[in-house]
């Protein structure tokens, strides 16, 4: 069985600090024939649930508690049986959003076992307290969420997050990583390791 990884783009509305903003967002399905994670679970369950298929979710693990990347899912987990997943950091967020808690924690170096392979958890704080990124080294892929983009480090402008804080994740955690090493982003297009580590300063002159 081999494992793939899948994109679906869902679009709605991000909200915070008062503005609300049309959006699209990335939701990844990771997974084999016969079992998959959903990564974020962003403003509509149908899509997502058309990736999944008849695969057993193993998890829905969420890269952070923007609310444009956990509406949907109590709603995706109460139709999968699938335990939502979100580092506790971001409970403020989560809270602002849902009644309900998480089902579990996430916390750096956490792994799920996907279709005989790992996702290791990077606590990547910086956009949000809580915010990681999913690295799956057997593909050399590494889901970054709102964390990295291409081009750049996500938004520090708001509420709850750190221009600082987020470079010194991105730095210590994702750069360090094979230049090879394909980046899936929250929204938007595909990037590499190797494509943003040489700009570096460059963001940190642009953001100060």
Same mark, same amino acid.
């Given at each position: 069985?081999?494992?793939?990884?899948?994109?679906?783009?869902?679009?709605?509305?991000?909200?915070?600090? %008062?503005?609300? =903003?049309? &959006?699209?967002?990335?939701? =990844?399905?990771?997974? +084999?024939?016969?079992?998959?994670?959903?990564?974020?679970?962003?403003? /509509?369950?149908?899509?997502?649930?058309?990736?999944?298929?008849?695969? +057993?979710?193993?998890? #829905?693990?969420?890269?952070?508690?923007?609310? /444009?990347?956990?509406?949907?899912?109590?709603?995706? *987990?109460?139709?999968?049986? *699938?335990?939502? =997943?979100? $580092?506790? /950091?971001?409970?403020?967020?989560? +809270? *602002?959003?849902?009644?309900?808690?998480?089902?579990?924690?996430?916390?750096?170096?956490?792994?799920?076992?996907?279709?005989?392979?790992?996702?290791?958890?990077? $606590?990547?704080?910086?956009?949000?307290? %809580?915010?990681?990124?999913? @690295?799956?080294?057997?593909?050399?892929?590494?889901?970054?969420?709102?964390?990295?983009?291409?081009?750049?480090?996500?938004?520090?402008?708001?509420?709850?997050? +750190?221009?600082?804080?987020? #470079?010194?994740?991105?730095?210590?955690?994702?750069? &360090?990583?094979?230049?090879?090493?394909?980046? @899936?982003?929250? @929204?938007? /297009?595909?990037?590499?390791?190797? *494509?943003?580590?040489?700009?570096?300063?460059?963001?940190?002159?642009?953001? @100060?």
């Amino acid at each position: 069985m081999t494992l793939r990884v899948e994109r679906v783009v869902t679009s709605g509305t991000f909200s915070l600090d %008062g503005g609300t =903003w049309e &959006v699209d967002n990335n939701v =990844w399905v990771v997974g +084999d024939e016969t079992e998959c994670v959903v990564i974020d679970a962003a403003h /509509d369950v149908t899509p997502i649930l058309a990736a999944v298929g008849d695969r +057993d979710v193993v998890a #829905i693990l969420l890269t952070h508690a923007h609310d /444009d990347h956990i509406r949907v899912a109590p709603e995706l *987990a109460e139709t999968t049986e *699938a335990e939502v =997943w979100l $580092h506790p /950091d971001d409970r403020v967020l989560w +809270d *602002a959003v849902h009644d309900q808690a998480p089902d579990g924690e996430l916390a750096d170096g956490q792994r799920f076992a996907v279709g005989g392979e790992e996702l290791e958890v990077l $606590h990547t704080p910086g956009h949000s307290p %809580g915010a990681v990124c999913f @690295h799956l080294p057997a593909l050399r892929r590494v889901f970054t969420g709102d964390t990295l983009f291409q081009g750049g480090p996500g938004a520090t402008g708001r509420s709850y997050s +750190d221009f600082g804080t987020i #470079i010194d994740s991105i730095t210590d955690r994702l750069l &360090v990583l094979p230049p090879e090493t394909v980046v @899936h982003t929250g @929204h938007g /297009d595909d990037t590499s390791i190797g *494509a943003e580590a040489p700009h570096r300063q460059e963001w940190i002159d642009r953001g @100060h």
